[in-house]
């Protein structure tokens, strides 16, 4: 079995569509799951790059993001509450995401809504990993996973700070765990890691007007990719900006119109906050992938219409396992 049979057989984001018009959706996934080898911390989901293959020191790795359980957000002026669990709630009329405008119709203020400050503040938590494969032993492989807690604050002229919590890895067995000691420097160790960004250092997304279309045409990009695109353009927005009401509203009106975005059901968590959770089918633009591809969802609060986490599953009926939860976000005049 020769190299790229090997990897067919493990890659953990096998299933995800890679036919006429999906390619760059799979390598815009791929850009948040590639984690390189030298002495920086790793890029936190606000960075997007192109996804390429990375070789070192006599080996290739494949890095995947996965799931934990969907958490709630916390308060803005404080630390945030210790993570609940979502379970299952009330069930919405599915089909039509009909949900989002009769939300967006009803939004009630966040915390942070009317306020300012010279830094936005986004608090994300996520799951990493990496497979590796060691060059010349093809039947030889390497799998860990960890979590990591990406504080990001970034004032108007590009300058912040950029915090990264690493959690201790997790090996998928001892042969796993044996070579991760033997190449220590081709994952950092746990710890926090922080880089403090001078002006211009940042690259500030502009915030589009508060209107569906002006939303649409920034967020739903590139549309050959089918409506998972517009969730997965939601998400990443989430990870960058403090979406003030007006900005969720629009958000939640523009999925609300977008064909093959439908409403699922309610997600309670432990603190009584409770999202709605909302799916597309991916791999199904213009020239549909066959099968089964998996889902893209997003789960917003009920009152204020935040986003609480995304989720990417490999199957329509998986059961929810967000790859990035929104545990904090607001405005802060200090770092830190």
């Known amino acids: 079995m020769d190299l790229l049979d090997l990897l067919a057989e493990t890659d953990p984001a ?7 018009g999906d390619v760059d959706a799979v390598l815009e996934r791929a850009a948040r799951d590639i984690t390189s080898y030298d002495g920086v911390a790793a890029t936190p989901p606000t960075r997007r790059h192109r996804a390429s293959l990375v070789v070192a020191a006599g080996f ?13 957000l916390g308060g803005t002026d404080g630390q945030p509450a210790a993570p609940p669990s979502i379970a299952p709630g009330v069930t919405w009329p599915s089909g039509s995401a009909a949900c989002l405008a009769a939300l967006a119709d009803r939004l009630q203020p966040a915390p942070y809504d009317g306020r300012s400050g010279r830094y936005e503040y986004v608090k994300t938590e996520g799951r990493s990993g990496m497979t590796t494969q060691i060059i010349g032993k093809p039947d030889v492989l390497a799998s860990a996973t960890w979590t990591e807690v990406v504080e990001q604050w ?11 919590d690493r959690g201790e890895a997790a090996f998928a067995d001892k042969a796993s765990q044996q070579y991760f000691r033997d190449h220590p420097e081709t994952i950092r160790p746990r710890g926090v890691t922080t880089e403090e960004r001078s002006p211009g250092e940042f690259s500030v997304r502009p915030i589009p007007a508060a209107d569906p279309a002006a939303m649409a045409e920034a967020l739903y990009q590139p549309r050959e990719n089918g409506p998972s695109q517009a969730l997965i353009g939601v998400a990443d927005f989430n990870r960058e900006r403090v979406v003030d009401a007006a900005h969720r509203a629009a958000i939640l009106r523009f999925l609300a119109a977008t064909d093959g975005v439908t409403c699922g059901r309610e997600e309670t968590g432990a603190d009584g906050r409770t999202g709605i959770r909302v799916t597309a089918p991916t791999g199904k633009g213009p020239m549909p992938t066959p099968g089964d591809q998996g889902t893209q969802s997003l789960v917003f609060d009920t009152r204020t219409g935040e986003l609480l986490a995304s989720e990417f599953a490999r199957s329509a009926g998986a059961p929810f396992e967000p790859e990035t939860r929104f545990l904090d976000r607001g405005y802060r005049d200090t770092l830190g």
């Open 60 to 72: 290739a790795a494949l890095v995947v993001l996965g799931g934990g359980t969907a958490v709630l």
């Open 154 to 164: 970034s004032a108007a002229d590009g300058s912040g700070r950029l915090t990264v």
């Open 14 to 20: 096998a299933g995800m569509p890679v036919g006429k």
